[in-house]
Structures are given as structure tokens and as C-alpha cells.
């Protein structure tokens, strides 16, 4: 017999789809942000579902920093090949004129250049008045406080104090000329709820996710991998193979990864539920300051 | 039990198949900063091993910093997220926090407790299943515990807890406990909810939160999270009355049209015979997706893609529900509104209002009180400011498909947003009161009428016996026409005759509707509407116990009319259009009506400042210009014959 009840993965599911099926309705020109992450990938999967048997009605857009791992950029041409999508690069052009990367200008403007100023840019060309992001409210503090409608005035710009009230699951949708939303689907999902997901949908997954042995390097307590030759490496390092894997993929000099030896999605599962690390904490650039990642949001970071 | 020990016990596999199965509980938290909310939260947290452990470093690096407890983590920082609020030492919006047990998943709406935060409260409840109320056992019951229940039971949150807290300051007294039941409990009852539970807590000190106090053997109930891992919610569930507000429709090719949207209430299955609203068009569902999928049967809240069995125009906006059971289809809904902006609500404003997928511009026609929170009154106002709550009546250019918010939390609220700023500036929750509009004939006369025929089946005494007994044939003559035109004239001396003739006849008119029965309505456009529909049901019943009914109202719309003759029947509706042109109706203005408009002292006068509609093909038109009263009495006395109705 039906129980007619929702398991909580479902009833994240469902809640998700409308959201996006609202923004695609009620929108002229939305946007989904692809970082290539498995946040991403599970926003990508409920986009699918959203509107089968028809395409995903808007476009796509990656936004390059130039340092992503290799297996990143091959894992999502091979993705956007086999769904179809309608999909956009944006890299910032001035970050290449200048040639900005993580080694010369450090991590803070390698990430305010290439990825906050970049999705700026990426999103004033292509006129989108809305963009879905993967950002979901457990993953740091500040974001606990996001609205799954996050309004943006006119300089993308993030008002903590001056949010609209969200009721229900009734989002106003009502934008001016030159302002924008970011949408989070993800908002009420965990880290855990996102790899049980993937797991049931049996996700395709950058390899990176899971262990392997891979070249690394040792550098502020994280296991660095030096994915190309464009790494410096520091007098009298020397990179050594080691099982790893990563808990989150951004700029290959910036992530961290961590020892292990889960290989397929329950494994990983079954470390994180061990292990009592959260995940931005491979992640460099949170731990500037407290509250830095609300001075990024209010700059423009998504 | 921490993951490791489940999984050692039932292996990953395991665990995954288990924690599958998982429902989802969402939870508001009201309670100023003084009472210890963040403290619970981070109790909540960090006792259910939520807290990992990079952050409880980050936490206690803090606690160093901005902490109030000394040498102890202190836990309220695990949940204080923004720079400003930690400087200020306050919460100011609402946070979401995760944590899950092996029974449910849990989100936690912290919302902040003073008084100027109302709106981020009703922003938290509006999803919430259940609300825990936090009281200082050292203040007892204050006007702000008042007031979030208030709130609380206002977004129709069922299930309460009445988090006593900090027990440990009153020395674990049960006899305090007790009092500050009471005194709850009988502020409770007067806010229909389902559910109160009370519980003695210590969150600082972890009693009766995650473990059971000791210091409290006297407290014979769960601790929190045990309570709240076992509150029954199915029963919250609305699976009867379908309504699916269609958000968007699919064409990937010609022979797919999809209509797409979340299920707000009821149970949709393949072949099932549906009607979408405004339209009133029916059809059958051909098939249905769920995530692309095609299924069965789908419930709510699930987003699903229906495709049906014949052409039928369905957009954004509207609604598809079950033939039989439709919601009220109105351009005017009574609502209680949160008001959210600094700029006050006034009454003639328009806004835009969005109800499920449907944006319509709205109008607030009327502030009918405002609710003095603390004490529950109800005063007159003139606007509502931020952070204030009243009662008004709303009218939309489109209809709105809309069911009592007690009913569906869906169907029955929308948001006002300002029309200049795209502020959301209000949001509304629709109160159950029958108005005309709402059993309107226009597009649910149909779904109606399967609830009367209930009532036929049940009745052993017939109409038809009833009419035989008194010997006659029953009708209802209804007279429209401007004011002054003849119609309560015409109305008596019709009855006189007819009861000389010896027939059991009724006259009703505007007069002496308002004297009675329609005592508490104003001359507005709905209110004159409901005035009507009164009359007709009046009538009707009248036909049922056999008698003759003669209404004389204005009636000025033809929708108005038509809905009365939907109400009445068809076969037993007679139409009588008084016709004279306003001239000579206002030159026969003995009481001064018309005059009195004309100077601007009343409103809403057919005619002057209102529309007034001739019937098109009225059953009897007369002319009250040129022919005198007995003529015309004479010319609907020959009608009625011709149509057998005088027998």
C-alpha cells in the first residue's frame, strides 16, 4: 500500500524543482552556474528532471579561473556533450591579459579577479536577470542566513540587511532593468543529503572525488596536487604520490585534499559520516577571517 | 548513537537503505536572545553530534572572544553566523540550521525574538511544522511569549512545544513549572491549536533536551529531541482536496504539451477527470511525470508534469483541480496580512499579489481591525505599520482560486509586493467566509451542486410534495432594475394579487434584507454582491417548501443575476427587467437618493458612480417609462401564465 509521505531526499527534490521550474517561468533570461562540483552536478540532475522530456530552457555558464584540475574541465566538456546543454565559458579577459593567477597575486585576488569580478562580467554580457547557484546554507555560517531568492541591485551587490521576506514556497520574482537573483535550489540540502542524492541517481562524478593515488605536495597543513607544470614548487619540495581524494573542487592550487581511501560513493559516504571535519575546510579561501565569506558576498562572490 | 557505532552495526549499505526512509521535520525557534534560544540550538546541535569538529575549534576560539560562559564552549556561538549580529550581540534574520537524527532530518527556522522582527518570524513559521516556544522559567509568560504563539498559530503551525527553560535558576521547581503551564495553557486555548506540549528544560545545562533530566524525576514526558523525533505529522497533511497550480507549460514537440507545477493538496492519478480553473474546462489526465518519469498517481508536495486527454488552454497561473471539489474562484478574499514595510499599508493602494503561480494586481479595499498582538483585541485602524497584523479585504483584477488557509497553506496565502520597488511588502492569509463570489455561479456552479445533490438524497419530503400540498407551482420572479425604476411597486402589488388569488407568496427586497439577515453588510461591491446571493438562497429555499418568492433588487450586474438564477434553477427563474432610463428615475426621486450621490455624501449608487448592466433578454422587459403599474402588472401575470408557472 502507498504511504503517500516523502522521504526527506524526495521532499528536498521536489521543493528544489519548483524552485527552478518557478525561476524558468518567471524569468526573462535565467542563468544555472556550473562549477563542475557535485552541488552543481545534483542542481544540473534536478534542472533535467525539472523540465523532461524537454531541453533545459537556459544556458549554462562556466566560469573559468584557468586553474581548474584537468580532470575537471575533461569531466565537464564530456557532460555537456552527452546532456545537450546550452553552454557557456566565461574567463575574464583582463585576469588573462594580466596573466592573474594564485602564485603572483595571491589567493585573494586570483579569486576576486578570476571568479568574483569574472561571474560579474559573465552575468552583465548575458543580460541574465537570474542565476542558479549550487551554495547550500550548511556549508559555512554566514550562508545559514541566505534566502533561497538572494536580490542583487544593479552592482550585483548582496544587502544583508535589505532582503526580501520569503513565505511559503511563493518567490517574488519581480526584478527592475540591470538587477538580478541568485538562486540557491540547493539551500535546505547537507553535504550528506547532496552525496545520498548522488548516490541514488548513481551521479556521474569527477574522479576526483574519490582516492586515488595522485601527485602531491605538502603546503599550510593541506595536501596540494600539482595537477600541471604551471606549479611552482618551493625549494626542496618534491611532490609524492599518495592516496587521496578531494571533499570539494575549485582551483587546483587552492583546494586541499585529504588522505583516504574511499573509491566509490558509499565509501565516501561512509568517511565523511566518520570523520567530523566539515568540508570548507579544504577550501583556503574561508579562512581569511571570520565572516569573510559575507565580506565576498557582499562583494559579488556567489 | 554516533554514525560510526550505526554503521558498524548495520554496515554503510545498510545505514543508506535505513536512513533512506527518513522524514523531514521543520522547526521554528521563538525566543528573545535572554531566554537561551541560541543556547538550545547549539545544544541540539552539538548533543545529536551534528557540530564537527573544525568548527567547534573555530566555536571555541570565539567563545574566547565574544563569549559570556567563562572557561565552556559556549554554544550559542556555534549558531550566531553574521559580523554585524555577533557585534550587536543579537540575532537579526532568520537562520537555517541542519542536523538530523537516526529518525528525521531536522531544519531549524532561528528567528529572532524582539519585537520589531515580525515579519522574519512569520517568513520562519510560514514552512514550519512545528514551533518551539521558549520561556525564561524566572519571567514566566511576558507579552513577547504571547506574542510568537500568536504568530505561530497565525501561519498554521499545529504542533507547539513550550520550551520552559533555565530551570536550573529555579531551582528545578515543579510548582514554578506547573504555573507557567497554566498560565500558557490558558493563553493557548484561545489559539486553536492542535497540539501544546510542555517540556522543563535547562538547555545550558543539557536537561531535557538531548538526555532526560535527572535534576527533574518529577517530569515524566520524553526529553526534547525525542518529542520531536516522534511527533505525528501525517495527519498535517492534506491529500483530499486536489489543487495543482500550473507553473510553467512544456512543448518540446507537437504532440507533448505538459503542464507542469507542485501538487499543493490531494492525490492526482492517471484517467482521473480533472477542471482548471478560471476556465471550468474539463478533461481527463492522460498521463503523468514525476522528475521525467512517467507514473501512477502523484501527491503532494510533489512537483510533477500532467499531460491530459484533450486540447485544453492551460497557462501559468491557473489551477488544475477535481471537478467536485473545487476552491472558491474570486475576485475578493478575506485575509489576516503580516504588513513587512516601512511603509505603512493604507487601504486604496494597489499592489501586486502573487498566489500560488497567479501575479495580479490587488487592491486593499478595506482594513477591517488590527490585532493588538499581546492581547488578542481587535482595534479599528486607518494603515497597518511594520511588523503589524490586521484583517482586510482584498480584490484582484484576476480571480483567485483560493481555499480558507486552515484548509491548504498553499491555496489560501499570497504575498503583497509594491508595485514600484518589487518589495514584498505583505503577506496574506485567506480566512474562511462564505461571500457571494465565492459560491458564484460562474465557474464552480457545477462543483456545487454535487454537495446539494447530497442533501436531495438524504430528504424523503420532496419539493414536489411540498409544492402539491399547497397547491402550486413554486418560482421566483426576480426584478432588477435601476433605483426608482418600479421594482418594489411592482413587487407588492403582484403579492397582494397573487395571495388574493390564494397563492402562498413572498415579497423581498433591499429593505428588508438590511433590516435582517443582511444587517452586518455595507453597499461595496461584494457586500451588495453578497446581499444577492443571500436573496437568491433565500428564494430557493422558499422554492423547496413550495412558496412563490418575488425579489426586488437592483441587481445591476448581469453576473450577479446570472448567479442567482444558478442558485434558484433555470426552470424556475423568471426575469423581470424594470426599464426606464435614469432621467426619469432620478426625476422620481422622492427620498433623495439619487440627489445625495450626486452631492458625493454615498457611494456606490447604480447609476451615478456604479455601472448598472440592462438585461439582454430578460424574460419580461417592461416599460416603467410609459406604462403605468397595472399595465405592467397585467403584461408579467400573462408571462407567467404563458409559461405554466400560475398553473
Not at chain 2, 503577506?427 to 454537495?451: F, K, Q, W, Y
Request: proline content about 4%; charged content about 25%; hydrophobic content about 40%.
Amino acid at each position: 500500500m502507498t504511504r503517500y509521505s516523502l522521504t526527506h531526499l524526495e521532499q528536498l527534490e521536489h521543493e528544489s524543482i519548483h524552485i527552478i521550474r518557478e525561476v524558468a517561468a518567471a524569468f526573462e533570461r535565467p542563468v544555472m552556474l556550473y562549477s563542475i562540483g557535485k552541488d552543481s552536478g545534483v542542481m544540473l540532475r534536478l534542472a533535467e528532471k525539472a523540465f523532461a522530456p524537454a531541453r533545459i530552457p537556459f544556458k549554462v555558464l562556466h566560469v573559468n579561473t584557468r586553474w581548474k584540475f584537468r580532470e575537471m574541465i575533461a569531466f565537464r566538456d564530456e557532460l555537456v556533450r552527452r546532456m545537450g546543454l546550452d553552454f557557456v565559458e566565461w574567463i575574464n579577459p583582463d585576469g588573462v591579459r594580466d596573466d592573474v593567477n594564485p602564485f603572483t597575486h595571491g589567493t585573494q585576488k586570483h579569486t576576486h579577479v578570476m571568479k568574483t569580478l569574472a561571474l560579474k562580467q559573465a552575468l552583465t554580457a548575458g543580460g541574465f536577470d537570474a542565476a542558479f547557484g549550487g551554495a547550500r546554507r550548511d556549508e559555512e555560517k554566514s550562508r545559514a542566513k541566505e534566502r533561497v531568492f538572494s536580490f542583487r541591485d544593479r552592482f550585483h551587490q548582496w544587502d544583508p540587511k535589505n532582503q526580501r521576506p520569503e513565505l511559503w514556497n511563493v518567490f517574488n520574482c519581480r526584478v527592475n532593468k540591470g538587477e538580478s537573483i541568485r538562486v540557491f535550489p540547493l539551500s535546505n540540502w547537507t553535504e550528506l543529503d547532496v552525496w545520498l542524492y548522488a548516490h541514488k541517481e548513481s551521479l556521474p562524478m569527477v574522479p576526483l572525488y574519490f582516492a586515488k593515488e595522485r601527485p602531491v605536495v605538502r603546503r599550510g597543513g593541506a595536501w596540494i596536487m600539482v595537477d600541471d607544470d604551471r606549479m611552482p614548487l618551493e625549494p626542496g619540495e618534491k611532490p609524492e604520490m599518495r592516496k587521496v581524494r578531494f571533499r570539494t573542487l575549485g582551483c587546483y592550487p587552492l583546494t586541499g585534499a585529504i588522505e583516504s581511501e574511499a573509491e566509490t560513493m558509499p565509501e565516501i559516504i561512509e568517511e565523511m559520516l566518520r570523520s567530523r571535519d566539515s568540508e570548507r575546510q579544504g577550501r583556503v579561501i574561508d579562512y581569511d577571517e571570520g565572516g569573510s565569506m559575507e565580506q565576498k558576498k557582499r562583494e559579488g562572490y556567489f | 548513537m554516533t554514525y560510526g557505532s550505526q554503521i558498524d552495526e548495520l554496515g554503510i549499505e545498510g545505514w543508506l537503505a535505513r536512513y533512506g526512509q527518513r522524514e523531514m521535520l521543520r522547526l521554528l525557534t521563538c525566543g528573545s536572545v535572554d531566554d537561551g534560544k541560541s543556547t538550545l540550538i547549539g545544544r541540539l546541535l552539538y548533543d545529536s553530534q551534528t557540530v564537527h569538529d573544525d568548527v567547534l575549534a573555530a566555536t571555541k576560539k570565539a567563545s574566547a572572544r565574544y563569549g559570556t560562559t567563562g572557561e565552556d564552549v559556549d554554544l550559542a556561538l556555534l549558531v550566531d553566523g553574521l559580523q554585524a549580529e555577533r557585534e550587536q550581540g543579537i540575532t537579526i534574520d532568520v537562520a537555517h540550521r541542519y542536523f538530523a537524527t537516526d529518525r528525521r532530518k531536522f531544519i531549524i527556522a532561528d528567528t529572532p525574538g524582539h519585537v520589531q522582527y515580525t515579519r522574519n518570524m512569520a517568513t520562519g513559521a510560514s514552512n514550519c511544522d512545528l514551533a518551539i516556544i521558549l520561556i525564561d522559567a524566572r519571567h514566566g509568560v511576558l507579552e513577547q511569549t504571547r506574542r510568537h504563539s500568536f504568530l505561530c498559530a497565525l501561519l498554521g503551525i499545529q504542533h507547539f512545544v513550550v520550551a520552559v527553560n533555565k530551570m536550573d535558576l529555579v531551582g528545578w521547581s515543579e510548582a514554578r513549572f506547573e504555573e507557567i503551564r497554566a498560565a500558557y495553557a490558558e493563553f493557548a486555548s484561545r489559539l486553536q491549536v492542535r497540539d501544546v506540549h510542555f517540556i522543563p528544560m535547562s538547555a545550558l545545562k543539557g536537561d531535557n533536551v538531548v538526555r532526560r533530566s535527572e535534576a527533574m524525576p518529577w517530569h515524566q514526558g520524553p526529553p526534547l529531541l525525542a518529542h520531536l523525533e516522534s511527533v505525528h505529522l501525517a495527519g498535517d497533511r492534506n491529500l483530499v482536496d486536489l489543487r495543482l497550480p500550473v507553473q510553467l507549460v512544456l512543448r518540446p514537440n507537437l504532440d507533448f504539451r505538459g503542464f507542469c507545477g507542485t501538487l499543493a493538496s490531494g492525490i492526482l492519478r492517471v484517467g482521473d477527470e480533472i477542471a482548471t480553473l478560471p476556465s471550468g474546462r474539463r478533461s481527463r489526465v492522460k498521463s503523468l511525470l514525476v522528475g521525467g518519469v512517467e507514473v501512477g498517481e502523484a501527491w503532494a508536495p510533489m512537483a510533477v508534469t500532467v499531460t491530459l486527454a484533450d486540447e485544453v488552454d492551460v497557462s501559468r497561473g491557473d489551477m488544475i483541480v477535481a471537478p467536485n471539489n473545487a476552491p472558491h474562484l474570486d475576485n475578493a478574499v478575506e485575509a489576516m496580512v503580516v504588513w513587512f514595510n516601512e511603509t505603512p499599508m493604507q487601504t486604496g493602494r494597489q499592489y501586486l499579489v502573487k498566489h500560488t503561480t497567479l501575479e495580479t494586481p490587488g487592491e486593499v479595499v478595506e482594513l477591517r481591525y488590527r490585532i493588538q498582538i499581546g492581547t488578542l483585541r481587535r482595534e479599528p485602524a486607518t494603515a497597518l505599520q511594520m511588523n503589524e497584523i490586521g484583517r482586510i479585504r482584498l480584490e484582484t483584477a484576476r480571480p483567485l482560486a483560493a481555499d480558507a488557509y486552515a484548509q491548504n497553506r498553499t491555496t489560501g496565502s499570497f504575498i503583497l509586493i509594491d508595485r514600484m520597488t518589487n518589495a514584498t511588502v505583505g503577506a496574506g492569509m485567506v480566512v474562511e467566509r462564505m461571500t457571494a463570489e465565492e459560491s458564484a455561479g460562474r465557474t464552480h456552479a457545477a462543483a456545487d451542486a454535487g454537495r446539494n445533490l447530497r442533501l436531495v438524497d438524504k430528504r424523503r419530503v420532496t419539493a414536489d410534495a411540498r409544492a402539491a400540498r399547497l397547491g402550486q407551482r413554486p418560482f421566483v420572479l426576480w426584478i432588477t432594475g435601476l433605483p426608482r425604476s418600479g421594482k418594489s411597486s411592482l413587487a407588492y402589488a403582484l403579492e397582494e394579487r397573487l395571495f388574493a388569488d390564494g397563492r402562498h407568496v413572498q415579497v423581498l427586497d433591499g429593505e428588508i434584507l438590511r433590516r435582517g439577515l443582511s444587517r452586518d453588510l455595507g453597499f461595496r461591491g461584494a457586500d451588495r454582491w453578497e446581499n444577492q446571493r443571500r436573496a437568491a438562497e433565500v428564494a430557493r429555499l422558499n422554492a423547496e417548501s413550495g412558496l412563490i418568492t418575488i425579489v426586488a433588487l437592483v441587481s445591476p450586474l448581469a453576473a450577479e443575476r446570472q448567479q442567482a438564477r444558478a442558485i434558484v434553477g433555470a426552470d424556475r427563474f423568471v426575469e423581470v427587467f424594470c426599464d426606464a432610463p435614469l432621467a426619469v428615475c432620478e426625476a422620481r426621486d422622492q427620498d433623495g437618493l439619487y440627489a445625495r450621490a450626486r452631492a458625493g455624501e454615498i457611494a456606490n449608487v447604480t447609476g451615478v458612480d456604479a455601472p448598472y448592466e440592462a438585461p439582454t433578454a430578460p424574460e419580461v422587459r417592461l416599460d416603467t417609462e410609459r406604462e403605468g403599474l397595472a399595465a405592467n402588472l397585467d403584461r408579467v401575470l400573462a408571462a407567467l401564465r404563458q409559461r405554466g408557472m400560475l398553473g
